[in-house]
């Protein structure tokens, strides 16, 4: 009975100790005269628990691993004799309510062998009148802030510690710990997407690949408390904090500001007046620390920086995690799995009907962790993505979904599979447009161009690593046939049709043009038929930025090529439309990049 009395005193934050010196049913029991938490790096707890890293004025430890505070009494401790307990609540800003047992957020600790907790204690060393308890947290309890006090448990109740903020203690997520639902077994990825501080994002083309080095910042002071307020401030159940799943997915909502007030304001128009150009960025600090301190969301980002901040929100909260580029990612718009482009009666594109893209590169995150909600084997690396794409369940957000489900064409399971799945597999097809009728007939499909490289960055390395192997088989692998079929049972819809091959070749020699320069395009035709051809050409030159959504047109021509039997014929130079193709072009775009896409009109 006294116990229960005194659970639910300590739930309430009070305490039984009076506030005058008059104390004589307490005399003959334990006085606490200090609780020293070992926060220091030199001391026991944080190298132990890989966190000596952080710069903070507490103690951070990693849950499903021991412990230690001292604990220093008026007396010596006697095991027979005296009762004593540890008290923790789970504290947010605002206030979650009152601590309770039932949800998790109220732990008492006993170190007595037969009142075990869900955190488990015992007394390690008892010198004089110093006592070292060790304390292991549940390995699936909440992560977040907890409140701790000290306790003695007497005849009359229970005396306290009162509240005392420097012995607040941070609990994270434990890659090291075999419980815990982010265990990582590989000690070079552990260390590389844990505790690494800085990296490499790639961009770029994917056979001719860039590096954007990073500053993550994980354990930069104020950085920690700036996640925990990301949480806060998305008004997440503290009960689903310690959940690795539902705390990636509700960042990945966060992370962006379209429908919530989070952390980043997507911008690709190219107009960074008011606020910072998302290539100005080169770390996450500064975006985290202005997010928690102005409460207001910062500009700008674009899909890189989303992916770099979410790599440290996961890496923060001790969740393994490492930024991916996809070359050649396709955005469904629709959601059919295929990126339809539509081309009007002239072989233009039509830039109203054309709702799918291709990004140039997309980067994205890996976050590890097991999947009890998805049958065996999908555990291990979920992809999640911050960039506003798509919504999902109402928000814009995207995964966690299982890498695994993803290469195997199980998009049936949770989360956003298909998506993501679409944007490394999805198939491009163009439609030729009836003008009468508003029919579509496809002219050309590719199903290679999607995907063409997934890339990370070396574990220990400054050096890349390619993970397209681990999305997909190689294209006309029966493997990949067998994938394809599996997602077009779970609503994946590909073009069946078949367009006959072109019998005449197009080819356009590699340029390498540098902004504001002039530069003449070159044309290479082939006619592989034993008939003579009149090719009617689309060629139409756009402004595009790296997500595939153009902003201009600086050239269009339609040329008509005659051509020989079994001949071929290079178009450069001067000549008019029957001789050839000449443009003198400048491109003087400082953002974005110009692609000439081509289309055989009509052959003759």
């Known amino acids: 009975r006294l116990n229960s009395l005194g659970y639910g005193l300590v739930s309430q934050e009070c305490s039984l100790e009076p506030d005058n010196d008059d104390r ?320 009007d009666e002239n072989g233009r594109i039509d830039k109203h009907r054309t709702k799918d893209s291709i990004w140039n590169y997309h980067c994205w995150n890996e976050c590890y962790m097991s999947r009890p909600d998805l049958p065996q084997g999908f555990g291990g690396w979920q992809a999640v993505d911050a960039t506003p794409q798509e919504t999902s369940d109402g928000m814009y957000r995207c995964g966690p979904a299982s890498v695994q489900a993803i290469k195997h064409g199980q998009i049936c399971f949770p989360f956003d599979a298909p998506f993501l799945f679409a944007e490394v597999n999805s198939d491009v097809v163009f439609y030729s447009r009836n003008p009468r009728d508003g029919t579509l007939d496809p002219v050309k499909v590719n199903s290679s161009h999607v995907g063409r490289m997934v890339v990370t960055k070396v574990p220990g390395q400054d050096a890349r690593r390619d993970i397209t192997d681990q999305y997909k088989f190689p294209e006309g692998s029966p493997e990949e046939r067998t994938v394809l079929e599996k997602a077009e049972e779970y609503g994946c819809h590909r073009e069946k049709a078949t367009p006959p091959e072109a019998d005449v070749e197009l080819d356009m020699p590699l340029m390498e043009v540098r902004v504001g320069d002039d530069f003449e395009l070159k044309l290479e035709f082939n006619n592989t038929s034993d008939q003579a051809r009149t090719v009617d050409v689309y060629v139409s030159g756009n402004v595009v930025y790296y997500t595939g959504v153009t902003s201009s047109e600086f050239l269009f021509k339609t040329p008509r090529v005659i051509l020989d039997p079994k001949k071929g014929r290079r178009v450069e130079g001067g000549g008019g439309a029957e001789e050839g193709v000449c443009m003198s072009v400048c491109v003087n775009r400082s953002r974005g990049c110009g692609t000439l896409p081509f289309h055989l009109a009509n052959i003759q």
């Not at 628990?49 to 004025?57: I, P, Q, R, V």
């Not at 600790?109 to 292991?136: C, E, F, H, L, Y």
């Not at 770390?283 to 901040?309: D, F, H, R």
Request: proline letters at 6%; charged letters at 20%.
């Open 24 to 343: 004589l049913p307490f005399a003959e029991f334990l006085d606490i005269w200090d609780v020293n938490m070992l926060r220091r790096p030199d001391e026991v707890n944080t190298p132990q628990h890989s966190t000596h890293l952080y710069a903070s004025d507490h103690l951070i430890v990693r849950r499903g691993q021991e412990f230690q505070l001292k604990v220093t009494f008026d007396r010596p401790y006697k095991p027979s004799d005296d009762h004593k307990t540890c008290h923790s609540s789970c504290s947010t800003n605002p206030p979650g309510g009152s601590p309770q047992y039932s949800k998790g957020t109220y732990i008492p600790v006993s170190v007595a062998k037969d009142r075990q907790s869900p955190w488990a204690g015992r007394v390690v060393d008892s010198t004089d009148n110093v006592v070292t308890v060790g304390i292991t947290p549940a390995p699936d309890c909440i992560v977040g802030k907890w409140r701790t006090y000290v306790a003695v448990v007497t005849p009359y109740g229970i005396r306290r510690t009162r509240r005392d903020e420097s012995r607040d203690l941070y609990v994270l997520f434990n890659a090291w710990a075999t419980g815990d639902s982010v265990f990582l077994d590989d000690a070079d990825e552990r260390e590389e997407c844990v505790l690494n501080e800085v990296g490499v994002i790639y961009h770029g083309a994917y056979d001719d690949m860039s590096e954007r080095p990073w500053n993550f910042g994980q354990f930069d002071y104020g950085v920690l408390d700036a996640c925990l307020f990301i949480m806060d401030k998305a008004a997440m159940p503290i009960t689903n904090r310690g959940d690795a799943i539902k705390v990636a997915r509700k960042a990945s909502a966060m992370l962006n500001s379209h429908d919530d007030d989070g952390v980043l304001v997507g911008n690709w128009s190219g107009d960074y007046t008011y606020g910072v150009a998302p290539t100005s960025w080169t770390g996450s600090t500064e975006i985290l620390l202005n997010y928690s301190s102005s409460k207001t969301p910062v500009c700008y980002a674009q899909c890189w920086v989303y992916a770099a901040v979410f790599n440290t929100f996961l890496r923060c909260l001790g969740i393994p995690a490492r930024v991916v580029t996809n070359f050649f990612s396709a955005h469904d718009n629709d959601g059919n799995l295929k990126t339809d482009v539509i081309l």
